[in-house]
């Protein structure tokens, strides 16, 4: 198994940026694929982000498309979400998912695709 913890989330101003990281613990982490998720208040959890084990491929909700990037570094075991040109309606709490992939270029889209999941991180952006 491997266990996530988020970090990095907090208060900003509209237009700031934030850089959350998902760090791992357990399993060799450089052979799953990470997706960051997202779920405002009464609202489901919604596909943000997605990156292969290999750093290769990546994708991004229309939504965020050209102000978050996601990045990895399998060296540390780490996965990042940098966060620019925050918007109020970005505001929610940001999870990171992992899952085994036998394909290095292969990404995930969906909730139930991912084995495991983090406890998320609090991101609250002001008007």
């Known amino acids: 198994q491997v266990q996530l913890v988020e970090s990095g989330g907090g208060l900003v101003q509209a237009g700031g940026s934030l850089r959350l990281s998902c760090d791992a613990s357990?399993?060799?982490?450089?052979?799953?694929?990470v997706g960051w998720f997202r779920q405002a208040p009464g609202k489901e959890r919604e596909f943000v982000a997605t990156i292969s084990w290999s750093g290769g491929n990546t994708h991004y909700a229309d939504s965020v498309k050209g102000r978050f990037t996601i990045s990895r570094d399998n060296a540390k075991n780490t996965v990042y979400l940098q966060m620019n040109s925050l918007k109020p309606e970005d505001t929610a709490v940001y999870y990171c998912?992992?899952?085994?992939?036998?394909?290095?270029?292969?990404?995930?889209?969906?909730?139930?695709?991912?084995?495991?999941w983090g406890q998320g991180t609090q991101v609250t952006v002001s008007s």
């Open positions: 998912a992992a899952e085994t992939r036998s394909n290095p270029y292969a990404f995930g889209l969906n909730i139930g695709e991912y084995d495991y």
């Open positions: 357990g399993r060799t982490f450089s052979t799953y694929t």
